[in-house]
Each structure stands twice: as structure tokens, then as C-alpha cells.
T-cell receptor, first 113, second 110 residues
Framework: EAGVAQSPRYKIIEKRQSVAFWCNPI?????LYWYQQILGQGPKLLIQ????????DSQLPKDRFSAERLKGVDSTLKIQPAKLEDSAVYLC???????????FGPGTRLTVL | TQLLEQSPQFLSIQEGENLTVYCNSS?????LQWYRQEPGEGPVLLVT?????EVKKLKRLTFQFGDARKDSSLHITAAQPGDTGLYLC??????????FGAGTTVTVRA
């Protein structure tokens, strides 16, 4: 079974630029999560989708971050414009509806200069 | 602010030694999950403990959930270099959302 795929794996941009991350969850997983993991901290949930609907985006900085999940499968997370404090690893995870276990992708490491 | 406090933050031991990592919170959780994360990879689930007082063993790893379901510990017996990694605990709320601790970086020297 293929795992959660993410791209790109690394991205370096300058502040005020825009960036987008892509995630392809495990086939059949209706629930998709985006986390932000700053160096030295645990992952922090940014947004949770159930199919193509948003379940929780309470910790998403909506003035600069946006996310969508087209057709309930792939998802993209966008930052526009980026700030220095956005430097982090962005993790995507998926799970079967009603199941505890979340499967994480390898993450995208973003560096904002 | 992390809801879950992990200690110690860093741990470096010699191969064959034992170690314990702690995860504490003032909140009650539906379950407590332990993950290991290696550099450049996402976290991988090791175990989920659900019942207060529960003990689970995974080869040389022993996980315990506190009676009040607020804290947990991970004990590794006879650590090996392959146990090196970032160990994360995560508390699960009733709606399946996870709150992660900051993690414990474990280094096992050969």
C-alpha cells in the first residue's frame, strides 16, 4: 500500500513570496490533516478535511494560509505572502474516518529567508 | 503552548542501557499515542494506549498510561542504535484531534 505522498520535499523562498505544497493521501482515507512542525516543537494541526469539507481550521492563519482538497483526494496548502516565522516542516497526514491512527507523509521543509 | 510536556528534551545513552521518556499533561485524553520520527521523515505511530493504567509492550519498548489518563511513559530496555530518533507523545481528544508534545530526542551511541 502506498503511503502519503508530499511534494516538494524542500523549498527555499524569500519572505513575501508565495509557496504551495501538495499532498496525496492514502487511497480511501477520507480524513486529511495538515500540520506545521517548527524546529524543536511537535506538530501543530493547521487544518483538517473530511472528504472535501473543512472540519477544523481554527489554527490556520487565514490572512496568509489557505488550503483546499479538490474532489476529496489531493490537497494543496498555500502560503501567501510568506514570513520568516513560517520556516518549518509541513506534514500531511491521512486516516480512515473514525479511526485513530494517522499516517504521515515525509513532509516539506520550508525555509523562508 | 504545548498541552503535553515531555521530558527530558534530549537523552544520549550508550547501547545496552535503559531509558525512560515521560509525557505529562493537566488534561484528560481519550487516548495517548506515541510516535517515533526520524530525520527527514514524518512521525510513525508506535502504540496507542486507551485505558487508564494500561501497559503495552512492543518488543523492548514498554508504554504505560497513567490511571487518570493524563500522563504516560515510554521505557526502552537495552537500547540499540536503531532506537535513535525523536519520540513524540500525542493526546487524543474526543473528536480524534491530536495535540503533540515537543518531543524527546534520543541518541543511542554504539
Amino acid at each position: 500500500e502506498a503511503g502519503v505522498a508530499q511534494s516538494p520535499r524542500y523549498k527555499i523562498i524569500e519572505k513575501r513570496q508565495s509557496v504551495a505544497f501538495w499532498c496525496n493521501p492514502i487511497s480511501g482515507h477520507a480524513t486529511l490533516y495538515w500540520y506545521q512542525q517548527i524546529l524543536g516543537q511537535g506538530p501543530k494541526l493547521l487544518i483538517q478535511f473530511q472528504n472535501n469539507g473543512v472540519v477544523d481550521d481554527s489554527q490556520l492563519p487565514k490572512d496568509r494560509f489557505s488550503a483546499e482538497r479538490l474532489k476529496g483526494v489531493d490537497s494543496t496548502l498555500k502560503i501567501q505572502p510568506a514570513k520568516l516565522e513560517d520556516s518549518a516542516v509541513y506534514l500531511c497526514a491521512s486516516s480512515l474516518t473514525g479511526y485513530r491512527e494517522q499516517f504521515f507523509g515525509p513532509g516539506t521543509r520550508l525555509t523562508v529567508l | 503552548t504545548q498541552l503535553l510536556e515531555q521530558s527530558p528534551q534530549f537523552l544520549s545513552i550508550q547501547e545496552g542501557e535503559n531509558l525512560t521518556v515521560y509525557c505529562n499533561s493537566s488534561s484528560v485524553f481519550s487516548s495517548l499515542q506515541w510516535y517515533r520520527q526520524e530525520p527527514g521523515e514524518g512521525p510513525v505511530l508506535l502504540v496507542t494506549v486507551v485505558t487508564g493504567g494500561e501497559v503495552k509492550k512492543l518488543k523492548r519498548l514498554t508504554f504505560q498510561f497513567g490511571d487518570a489518563r493524563k500522563d504516560s511513559s515510554l521505557h526502552i530496555t537495552a537500547a540499540q542504535p536503531g532506537d535513535t530518533g525523536l519520540y513524540l507523545c500525542a493526546g487524543e481528544s474526543d473528536d480524534y484531534k491530536l495535540s503533540f508534545g515537543a518531543g524527546t530526542t534520543v541518541t543511542v551511541r554504539a
